[in-house]
Every structure is written in C-alpha cells, then in structure tokens.
C-alpha cells in the first residue's frame, strides 16, 4: 500500500488567480491551478491524445486542451467536454506559509 506524502512545488506568488503552472515531480508533470475557488493539481497529460495541458487554457475550474478542445474540471479531473471521456489524476494541494504543497503517492522500493 503506498502512502501520500506532500512535495513543495511552488511558492504561492509563483502562481496569480486565474494562472496555472507545470510543476514536475517525480517523473510526473503536474498542472497546478490557481482559481478563485482555491487550488488544484492535475495530471497534465490530457487522456483523450496526450497533449500537454498546460499548453491550453484554464477558464475558472475548466482545463481546455489545446490539441482537440477536449476539457477537464481542475477541482474534480473529471473530463466534462468531448472529445475526453476519460478524467485526469488528481492530487490533493494544501499551502504550508507562502508554499504550495502537493500530495504525491511514494512509489515502493525495489526489493
């Protein structure tokens, strides 16, 4: 079973109201989103054809892919405009002083 631990990304001046940010962690690109609402992280590999999502548009909760237009809601990962049907990963967030904080899951030691 593996465990979340929280990854610093980012501080939160990095990152304006209404703006988004590839992070890397891992291996993983993140998208990370500032919306009026608070902030998410997502998978930034749109499911339908691969494309960057961070290459798109963040329009309040929704990720628009650049490549077909498919969207996804950064609170949820779920695909909510075709051509997507399948959701992205989602990550929990939280903001420790001035940083941005995302919960990644630890991969397990080879043995």
């Keep these: 079973m593996s465990e979340s631990t929280f990854v610093r990304v980012a501080r939160v001046t990095d990152l304006p109201r ?55 809601d950064c609170r949820t990962g779920e695909a909510v405009g075709a051509p997507a049907v399948r959701p992205v990963g989602v990550y929990a967030v939280r903001l420790t002083g001035d940083h941005v904080e995302i919960a990644v899951e630890e991969q397990p030691a080879d043995s």
Excluded at 30 to 36: G, M
């Design 18 to 72: 209404g703006r988004m940010l590839e992070v890397t962690v891992g291996s993983r690109s993140i998208l990370l989103c500032h919306t009026r609402e608070g902030w998410y992280a997502v998978d930034n590999i749109c499911t339908h054809a691969y494309a960057k999502l961070s290459e798109g548009r963040l329009r309040k909760a929704k990720l628009v892919c650049p490549l077909h237009g498919g969207t996804f």
